[in-house]
T-cell receptor
């Protein structure tokens, strides 16, 4: 059965800490892995990863994919309270079809 | 500004009533999707459409119906046959099949059925 598993389910840190969020998957016909940030409403797109070992970076956020071990990590350095959100991992299979993990809820305290 | 508009933001209905959630996009995307989000669970696919006048069931289509008469619009009807309709509903779109492209989401509709 295809599945996407995120860990931890929730995380509480203090401003300035570095966090690592995990996403493992078992999906047939893998095409890409995506990370989203969801605050109150619409998930907003962070990264799309298709190739192993190539880090994608945007400011304090970075992500990498390991297609051999079937996982991805999302790193956030020097966390801020504005990083508090649910982070969703999704895996695209076939064309434009997606499985989502249940998310990691990050709470950054001042 | 291009984007996806879902309406209404909040919706309250009595059990046994059908209700239709609106989703409109002006991104010129071919594919559109409806997802349901429940607390502690990932997004689950209800229906998707790759082109106008064509749509397919997702993983949890029972009790729902859709139409795709125009490229811009993909309304979702929650029927009285849906056993647990109270949830947060997200509409999304992507460019087209055959290309790696991310989903773009609307702001969601929170449906409460009592």
């Amino acid at each position: 059965e295809d599945k996407v598993v995120q860990s931890p389910l929730s995380l509480v840190v203090h401003e300035g800490d570095t966090v690592t969020l995990n996403c493992s998957y078992e999906v047939t016909n893998f095409r890409s892995l995506l990370w989203y940030k969801q605050e109150k409403k619409a998930p907003t797109f962070l990264f799309m990863l298709t190739s192993s070992g190539i880090e994608k970076k945007s400011g304090r956020l970075s992500s990498i994919l390991d297609k051999k071990e079937l996982f991805s990590i999302l790193n956030i350095t020097a966390t801020q309270t504005g990083d508090s959100a649910v982070y969703l991992c999704a895996v695209e299979y076939n064309f434009n079809k997606f499985y989502f993990g249940s998310g990691t809820k990050l709470n950054v305290k001042p | 500004d291009g984007g996806i508009t879902q309406s209404p933001k909040y919706l309250f209905r009595k059990e046994g009533q059908n209700v239709t959630l609106s989703c409109e996009q002006n991104l010129n995307h071919d594919a559109m999707y409806w997802y349901r989000q429940d607390p502690g669970q990932g997004l689950r696919l209800i229906y998707y459409s790759q082109i106008v006048n064509d749509f397919q069931k997702g993983d949890i289509a029972e009790g729902y119906s859709v139409s795709r008469e125009k490229k811009e619009s993909f309304p979702l009807t929650v029927t009285s046959a849906q056993k647990n309709p109270t949830a947060f509903y997200l509409c999304a779109s992507s460019i087209s099949q055959g290309r790696n492209s991310p989903l773009h989401f609307g702001n969601g509709t929170r449906l409460t059925v009592t």
